[in-house]
């Protein structure tokens, strides 16, 4: 069982490229959400999927795109990379939105340049 | 809209205790978080207590809650250097209907000096 993975652990991009921040879990949760972690803002929310097929937008989805084929990944796609992208992304799970526990991936370091 | 406090830094010597308080806004959350993040690492869950609950003890940590005034704080006994991390209070996000979703403060820094 190895909870949620993220890859790449880091990434540089250039500005207006593109690239896909992959997350995967193996709990076989329903409820899956990214985040990002810029410093001394704590941690706001992308996009979340309550389960496959299904798709919301959180508080910061602007330049993100995200999908749920199936209930073990969510990756999210970067479609035109941007300086202001430059963050630590963290991918969560849970077993259903009103799960009190909700497990966190190691992070994506993302530097756009 | 929602947000949620915390004082930025906190500083302790080891064996001390420390408290670590948070404020949030939201009084429909169902439940309320820490979590711990160590450096270059995610978020950890610490523990969490539910909104009818005004105290949750687990081990060396004690969660309370006062309702009315919104506050929350997380008090750390026998303070150890392994517990210098940074540590993020978290009330659930209602956001778009989904109550999954979590709104964190900006964390507070504990420093454990030898």
């Known amino acids: 069982n190895a909870g949620v993975t993220q890859t790449p652990k880091f990434q540089v991009l250039k500005t207006g490229q593109s690239m896909t921040l992959q997350c995967a879990q193996d709990?076989?949760?329903?409820?899956m959400s990214w985040y990002r972690q810029d410093p001394g803002m704590g941690l706001r929310l992308i996009h979340y999927s309550v389960g496959a097929g299904i798709t919301d937008q959180g508080e910061v989805p602007n330049g993100y795109n995200v999908s749920r084929s199936t209930t073990e990944d969510f990756p999210l796609r970067l479609l035109s990379a941007a300086p202001s992208q430059t963050s630590v992304y963290f991918c969560a799970s849970s077993t259903s939105e009103v799960s009190y526990e909700q497990y966190f991936g190691p992070g994506t370091r993302l530097t756009v340049t | 809209g929602e947000d949620v406090e915390q004082s930025l830094f906190l500083s302790v010597r080891e064996g001390d205790s420390s408290v670590i308080n948070c404020t949030y806004t939201d009084s429909s959350s169902t439940y309320l978080y820490w979590y711990k993040q160590e450096p270059g690492a995610g978020l950890q869950l610490l523990t969490y207590i539910f909104s009818n609950m005004d105290m949750k003890q687990d081990q060396r940590l004690t969660v309370l809650l006062n309702k009315k005034d919104k506050h929350l704080s997380l008090r750390i006994a026998d303070t150890q250097t392994g517990d210098s991390a940074i540590y993020f209070c978290a009330e659930t996000l209602n956001y778009g209907g989904s109550q999954g979703n979590l709104i964190f403060g900006k964390g507070t820094k504990l420093s454990v000096k030898p």
């Open positions: 709990m076989n949760h329903e409820y």
